[in-house]
Structures are given as structure tokens and as C-alpha cells.
């Protein structure tokens, strides 16, 4: 029962991370997306989509990445080429993708999905306890963690993962400095697109391999709030997304125990969660000068 728990708040965590790292690398550029709800839906139903109508899930993977990152692209024209407020941009790319879904998804409603198969890697995959939950997980849990592993080792590791850190937090030197702010601003963006759509992929895909209308259930918006969890670092980022994941399941699980707490109750959980989260770091002002990039939110105009 133990080993089932734990893989079910794996799988909770994992859309999460997703959306989560994608964001990170994009404010840690110095703009700030409030679209991801938006753009885990219109991944959802994308890759629910193309893996329907081809037959195969890696193509809906695809699917999701890409409708994901052009979503990104649509909010990054916006805001780095016409200067346009990240903050009503973003909130304006949530509406417009939770509407865009449920336009793509009507045709999709109540029909059964393909699924992803788990790894099944032999004698390892056998092993008690630990095969299932660490050999016998989804491709796509794999690829959370490799890219958050690669997301830390390039923004702390690597020359350009500095120039991107420079970008968020004093753009103006980094463009006297000869680096180019809105490239480097549209590729993080573009990044952080792809991973909300692969963040929405994996709802539809292998969370519950079937769409329907706002299955993002507001994750988009606790990916945002898991960033400040985290201090705009990849390690706490990995911790947080397990965390909020447990939240999500255990509610679910005493429910299904019957404990006699309302089910709408324990339904707000995770955001409850959230919410006396984000009170208790945002009292710390330390912690939060610490890491946060200094020109998040700022448009950035080269002739200025």
C-alpha cells in the first residue's frame, strides 16, 4: 500500500515539476508568465490529440511540447517585441488557452486515451519496492528529472547559463556588456512553454490518459507559487513539486478512507497549501532577496 502511495504522488508531482522548471528558467531571464495554466491546457489537449489521431503517444508528446512553446512564443512577441505588461499579458494567455482547450478538446470529450506505457526494464523493474517506484516509472517522469538535473548544472555550470542569470538581474549591463536581452528573454520563454505543455501532456497522456474540460485544475498556478517555494533554485524546486504532489494525493486517499473531514475541505487542500506557503516565505525578505532575480517583471528596451 505504501510503495502505491508513494508512486501515485510521484505521478502528481511530475506535471507539476514540469510547469515549474519551465517557469524558473523564464523568470530567472527576467520576465515573468503568469500564462502557465494556460499553457498546460492547450498542451493537454494538443497531445491528447495528435496521440489519438496518430496512434502513437510519443507524437502527442511532441504535440504538447510544441503547442506549449508556441504559446510561449505568442506571449514573448508580445511582451519583449511590443513592450507589452508581462503581468496582464500572462493573465490574458491563461483565459485565452483555457478557452483555445476547451474550443480544440470539444471533439475529444469522454473518448479514452492511449496511455503511456512504463518502463519495464528486466531483473531492476523485479526488484521489491524499489523496482516499481524507481525502474518501473513513465518515460516522461524520467525526463522531469533529467531536466531539472540539466536545468541546475546550466544555469550555475555553464557560461550561458550565466549570461541568462545577468539577462534577469541587471539587463541593462548585460546589454552593454554586448549580450543580446531579448534573444536571450525569447529562448528562455520558448523553454519555459515547452515544459508547461509537456506539463499538460502528461495529465491527458498518463495522469488520467483521457481529456477533459480544465483538467489542469489550477497546477498551472501552484507551479508558479512553487518557484518562490523554491527560491528560484532547481534542488528546492524538485522537493517542492513532491511536496504539493503528497498534498494532492493524500487528500485524495483520506477521502477514500471516509475520515470524517468534508470532501470539499480536503479538495481545497493543495491550495490551501499553496497559499500559507507563500505567506510564510514571503516573510522572510532575506530568502527572498536572496535569489530573486532583480529585473523579474521589467520590460527591457534597447534605445532606452
Same mark, same amino acid.
Not at 503511456?116 to 525502474?135: H, M, N, R, T
Not at 550565466?162 to 536581452?181: E, F, I, M, P, T
Not at 519555459?192 to 489542469?216: F, I, R
Not at 512553487?226 to 527560491?231: E, G, K, N, P, T
Given at each position: 500500500?505504501?510503495?502505491? *502511495?508513494?508512486?501515485?504522488?510521484?505521478?502528481?508531482?511530475?506535471?507539476?515539476?514540469?510547469?515549474? *522548471?519551465?517557469?524558473?528558467? $523564464?523568470?530567472?531571464?527576467?520576465?515573468?508568465?503568469?500564462?502557465?495554466?494556460?499553457?498546460?491546457?492547450?498542451?493537454?489537449?494538443?497531445?491528447?490529440?495528435?496521440?489519438?489521431?496518430?496512434?502513437?503517444?510519443?507524437?502527442?508528446?511532441?504535440?504538447?511540447?510544441?503547442?506549449?512553446?508556441?504559446?510561449?512564443?505568442?506571449?514573448?512577441?508580445? $511582451?519583449?517585441?511590443?513592450?507589452?505588461?508581462?503581468?496582464?499579458?500572462?493573465?490574458?494567455?491563461?483565459?485565452?488557452?483555457?478557452?483555445?482547450?476547451?474550443?480544440?478538446?470539444?471533439?475529444?470529450?469522454?473518448?479514452?486515451?492511449?496511455?503511456?506505457?512504463?518502463? #519495464?526494464?528486466?531483473?531492476?523493474? #523485479?526488484?521489491?519496492?524499489?523496482?516499481?517506484?524507481?525502474?518501473?516509472?513513465?518515460?516522461? $517522469?524520467?525526463?522531469?528529472?533529467?531536466?531539472?538535473?540539466?536545468? /541546475?548544472?546550466?544555469?550555475?555550470?555553464?557560461?550561458?547559463?550565466?549570461?541568462?542569470?545577468?539577462?534577469?538581474?541587471?539587463?541593462?549591463?548585460?546589454?552593454?556588456?554586448?549580450?543580446?536581452?531579448?534573444?536571450?528573454?525569447?529562448?528562455?520563454?520558448?523553454?519555459?512553454?515547452?515544459?508547461?505543455?509537456?506539463?499538460?501532456?502528461?495529465?491527458?497522456?498518463?495522469?488520467?490518459? %483521457?481529456?477533459?474540460?480544465?483538467?489542469?485544475?489550477?497546477?498551472?498556478? *501552484?507551479?508558479?507559487?512553487?518557484?518562490?517555494?523554491?527560491?528560484?533554485?532547481?534542488?528546492?524546486?524538485?522537493?517542492?513539486?513532491?511536496?504539493?504532489?503528497?498534498?494532492?494525493?493524500? %487528500?485524495?486517499?483520506?477521502?477514500?478512507?471516509?475520515?470524517?473531514?468534508?470532501?470539499?475541505?480536503?479538495?481545497?487542500?493543495?491550495?490551501?497549501?499553496?497559499?500559507?506557503?507563500?505567506?510564510?516565505?514571503?516573510?522572510?525578505?532575506?530568502?527572498?532577496?536572496?535569489?530573486?532575480?532583480?529585473?523579474?517583471?521589467? /520590460?527591457?528596451?534597447?534605445?532606452?
Amino acid at each position: 500500500m505504501f510503495e502505491g *502511495i508513494l508512486l501515485t504522488i510521484i505521478t502528481a508531482a511530475t506535471p507539476l515539476l514540469f510547469a515549474a *522548471i519551465g517557469e524558473l528558467v $523564464t523568470e530567472r531571464s527576467g520576465v515573468l508568465n503568469l500564462g502557465v495554466e494556460g499553457m498546460m491546457a492547450v498542451g493537454a489537449v494538443c497531445g491528447f490529440a495528435a496521440a489519438h489521431l496518430t496512434g502513437m503517444p510519443v507524437v502527442g508528446i511532441l504535440a504538447a511540447a510544441v503547442a506549449g512553446a508556441l504559446m510561449a512564443s505568442l506571449f514573448a512577441v508580445v $511582451t519583449l517585441v511590443f513592450v507589452a505588461n508581462q503581468v496582464a499579458s500572462g493573465l490574458a494567455l491563461t483565459l485565452f488557452g483555457l478557452g483555445l482547450s476547451a474550443l480544440i478538446g470539444d471533439a475529444f470529450v469522454g473518448i479514452p486515451g492511449l496511455g503511456l506505457p512504463k518502463l #519495464d526494464i528486466p531483473v531492476l523493474s #523485479d526488484l521489491p519496492v524499489a523496482g516499481s517506484i524507481i525502474f518501473g516509472l513513465d518515460p516522461l $517522469t524520467y525526463l522531469a528529472v533529467f531536466l531539472t538535473m540539466a536545468v /541546475s548544472w546550466f544555469l550555475f555550470r555553464s557560461r550561458a547559463g550565466l549570461v541568462l542569470r545577468a539577462v534577469g538581474d541587471n539587463h541593462v549591463s548585460a546589454h552593454s556588456l554586448g549580450y543580446n536581452v531579448i534573444r536571450v528573454r525569447f529562448l528562455a520563454v520558448i523553454f519555459g512553454g515547452a515544459c508547461a505543455g509537456l506539463g499538460g501532456g502528461y495529465l491527458s497522456l498518463v495522469y488520467t490518459p %483521457q481529456w477533459t474540460q480544465n483538467m489542469t485544475s489550477g497546477r498551472g498556478w *501552484i507551479a508558479l507559487a512553487l518557484v518562490v517555494f523554491a527560491s528560484w533554485l532547481p534542488s528546492r524546486l524538485a522537493i517542492g513539486a513532491v511536496l504539493f504532489g503528497a498534498v494532492s494525493i493524500l %487528500q485524495l486517499h483520506a477521502q477514500a478512507f471516509g475520515i470524517g473531514i468534508p470532501s470539499q475541505f480536503l479538495s481545497m487542500l493543495p491550495y490551501l497549501t499553496t497559499v500559507i506557503v507563500l505567506v510564510v516565505i514571503s516573510r522572510d525578505r532575506t530568502l527572498m532577496r536572496v535569489n530573486t532575480p532583480a529585473c523579474l517583471g521589467q /520590460s527591457f528596451v534597447p534605445d532606452r
